[in-house]
């Protein structure tokens, strides 16, 4: 009986398991047949037992063969010697394979007047450089509110909200919910945005337009769509009540642990009070999320009509001082009085030797699978409302995670414990149907993240910059890596290739470089894009630092470190046409290696914003 079940198993994998060679094209994750993956381990247990013990070998075995698979015979009305139709002998061209490219850029590094970026006329002046370079692609990083001492889009004070400091000024003036004579001069753009100085003025600014779409005559229509934004995002009140409270006499920079009891424990009544004596103030944050939401799918809107997608980030774990945790306690591991018992972290790794300590608060996630994994279908969902394709960051913590002791200093010592694997996907799916995911599944990677990987059908991450060390079985290697991947030259979290190339790589590493690329310059981040970009991988996705060659004082994020990162900014609102050389070598390359769009590049749609023609 086993035997004949694994057959199908088998015959299951052959239909939709990825392989390291046949890897589905398509990047959206979608999961392969429950019974087969059901079957696995059986399957590998019987095969094992009925394994004749293998004969000595003077020479190391080849590839192992897994027997001959069912073959569909194309022709089952011939007989062997007969003739074959004509057409036989001309198969045809190769069927199209999806292959793709992108840009890595967070918003808040585009150009603009007033400080950081913004999700106006410059993100779709992004956009129409995207499409005309044949990029299909916008990765971002998360769009989440960050906390506000670091400013890290992976520490936000709530998962499922925007951060409206990316609210687009101008077009507020344009939409009559601000004066032109309210806004600040217009700032030369700096190399680094200081986000706290853009909030100092820019908060009150938009509580000021929030009011207007609140109370004013002409903003009827605009109420309607408001309100039917949070009828249909429930989850907006907990947020506005969190950041309400954070706004308390008494409360102000308090952890919400260490609030009164009665708010701390969401007791009924202390929360009615606290919502009838600050409606003005729910409704005003409610009115900012339902601004970004419409600018967001605006410009979602347009990326896709120019056939490009959209790839969200979604940090695994959320900030303990946030309203996902205070107003879902029972979905964390926390102590009585609301403060973690364990907190979050990964042990040494590429990016840093002391590994990275990130404090969140660990799942319950034996309480998550006893509502069968709500919360995250509720958090997923908004995810795709937003993105054509979303990233989770630390995908391993799925199949088993690194929990670190609260008062820990670094995550150096820690224990290793089992996630939820794949009853949490299996859950997604059949809430949600397909669900596009990118996992990221760098630093230390076990056999069991990478089976859960493949068990859904998600695309994993290659990096070029890893790939220098180790022999030739480094995974990062372009001879090793697998077709349902995302390749980078670098992600954010490295350095630029430039600035790696000058104070990262070891000679060894340079030289491994030269005999594997033949590189004869020192052009090394042009020689990591066109690998990428040449490679099997399905996806290619490059950072703006390295399209721009720029040193590590463009770094976005160093791991390990606090301080300094997330601020980065690509420069004036020119830079598109002082990378008129750099978008035409890309352009050829990305037509050389068959990343171009099917069909060719979509110019603007006939009717709505460009951001070439309508905010210049």
């Given at each position: 009986?086993?035997?004949?079940?694994?057959?199908?198993?088998?015959?299951?994998?052959?239909?939709?398991?990825?392989?390291?060679?046949?890897?589905?094209?398509?990047?959206?994750?979608?999961?392969?047949?429950?019974?087969?993956?059901?079957?696995?381990?059986?399957?590998?247990?019987?095969?094992?037992?009925?394994?004749?013990?293998?004969?000595?070998?003077?020479?190391?075995?080849?590839?192992?063969?897994?027997?001959?698979?069912?073959?569909?015979?194309?022709?089952?009305?011939?007989?062997?010697?007969?003739?074959?139709?004509?057409?036989?002998?001309?198969?045809?061209?190769?069927?199209?394979?999806?292959?793709?490219?992108?840009?890595?850029?967070?918003?808040?590094?585009?150009?603009?007047?007033?400080?950081?970026?913004?999700?106006?006329?410059?993100?779709?002046?992004?956009?129409?450089?995207?499409?005309?370079?044949?990029?299909?692609?916008?990765?971002?990083?998360?769009?989440?509110?960050?906390?506000?001492?670091?400013?890290?889009?992976?520490?936000?004070?709530?998962?499922?909200?925007?951060?409206?400091?990316?609210?687009?000024?101008?077009?507020?003036?344009?939409?009559?919910?601000?004066?032109?004579?309210?806004l600040p001069a217009p700032q030369p753009v700096e190399l680094h945005a200081d986000f706290a100085a853009v909030a100092e003025w820019k908060l009150p600014l938009l509580d000021r337009a929030a009011q207007r779409l609140l109370h004013g005559e002409a903003f009827g229509g605009l109420r309607d769509e408001m309100r039917a934004f949070r009828a249909d995002n429930a989850w907006v009140e907990a947020s506005a009540l969190f950041s309400v409270l954070t706004e308390q006499p008494g409360l102000v920079g308090e952890a919400w642990w260490d609030w009164p009891a009665d708010v701390r424990d969401r007791d009924p009544d202390a929360l009615a009070k606290v919502r009838g004596e600050n409606a003005d103030r729910i409704d005003s944050f409610i009115a900012l999320q339902f601004l970004f939401d419409r600018f967001w799918k605006e410009l979602k809107a347009y990326a896709n009509s120019r056939g490009v997608g959209l790839v969200g980030d979604m940090p695994i774990y959320v900030g303990g001082q946030s309203a996902d945790v205070w107003a879902h306690r029972d979905l964390f591991e926390l102590l009585p009085d609301g403060k973690p018992a364990l907190v979050s972290g990964v042990p040494p790794d590429a990016f840093s030797e002391t590994g990275q300590l990130w404090g969140s608060p660990l799942y319950d996630w034996k309480a998550h699978a006893a509502e069968d994994f709500a919360w995250w279908r509720q958090r997923i969902s908004r995810s795709m409302q937003l993105y054509d394709e979303t990233r989770i960051d630390h995908f391993r913590a799925f199949a088993g995670y690194w929990a670190v002791a609260a008062d820990a200093e670094t995550a150096m010592v820690g224990t290793w414990k089992k996630g939820p694997g794949a009853a949490l996907f299996e859950s997604l799916e059949a809430a949600l149907g397909s669900v596009p995911i990118l996992a990221e599944d760098l630093g230390v990677i076990t056999p069991d993240v990478v089976a859960l990987r493949q068990a859904i059908g998600a695309p994993g991450?290659?990096?070029?910059?890893?790939?220098?060390?180790?022999?030739?079985?480094?995974?990062?290697?372009?001879?090793?890596?697998?077709?349902?991947?995302?390749?980078?030259?670098?992600?954010?979290?490295?350095?630029?290739?430039?600035?790696?190339?000058?104070?990262?790589?070891?000679?060894?590493?340079?030289?491994?470089?030269?005999?594997?690329?033949?590189?004869?310059?020192?052009?090394?981040?042009?020689?990591?894009?066109?690998?990428?970009?040449?490679?099997?991988?399905?996806?290619?996705?490059?950072?703006?630092?390295?399209?721009?060659r720029l040193d590590d004082t463009a770094r976005m994020n160093t791991p390990g470190r606090a301080e300094g990162n997330w601020s980065w900014r690509v420069g004036g609102s020119d830079i598109w046409r002082q990378l008129h050389d750099e978008q035409g070598a890309l352009k050829g390359m990305i037509a050389m290696y068959d990343r171009a769009p099917p069909g060719g590049v979509r110019g603007p749609p006939a009717t709505g914003r460009s951001g070439s023609a309508s905010f210049s």
């Open positions: 009986m086993v035997k004949a079940q694994c057959a199908t198993a088998r015959a299951g994998w052959a239909i939709r398991g990825p392989s390291r060679r046949a890897a589905p094209p398509a990047a959206a994750a979608t999961l392969p047949a429950r019974r087969a993956a059901r079957l696995a381990p059986r399957c590998a247990a019987a095969a094992e037992a009925a394994a004749p013990a293998p004969p000595a070998a003077a020479v190391p075995a080849g590839p192992a063969t897994a027997g001959v698979q069912p073959y569909p015979d194309p022709f089952p009305g011939l007989q062997p010697g007969d003739d074959l139709p004509d057409e036989y002998g001309h198969p045809g061209p190769n069927p199209p394979k999806h292959r793709r490219a992108g840009v890595v850029l967070h918003p808040t590094s585009l150009p603009g007047k007033f400080g950081m970026g913004e999700i106006g006329a410059e993100a779709f002046r992004f956009v129409d450089w995207l499409a005309d370079t044949g990029m299909q692609l916008w990765q971002l990083l998360p769009l989440v509110p960050p906390e506000n001492t670091y400013w890290s889009p992976y520490s936000g004070l709530d998962g499922l909200c925007g951060n409206t400091l990316l609210l687009p000024v101008e077009e507020l003036v344009q939409m009559g919910l601000l004066e032109g004579g309210e991450m290659v990096v070029l910059q890893f790939a220098w060390g180790g022999g030739p079985t480094n995974t990062h290697l372009m001879h090793n890596i697998y077709e349902n991947c995302f390749v980078y030259p670098g992600t954010h979290d490295n350095q630029t290739a430039v600035g790696w190339w000058k104070h990262g790589a070891q000679p060894e590493e340079k030289a491994l470089i030269r005999r594997y690329t033949g590189m004869t310059d020192d052009d090394v981040a042009y020689c990591f894009i066109r690998e990428s970009l040449r490679s099997c991988a399905h996806t290619a996705v490059i950072t703006m630092q390295d399209i721009m």
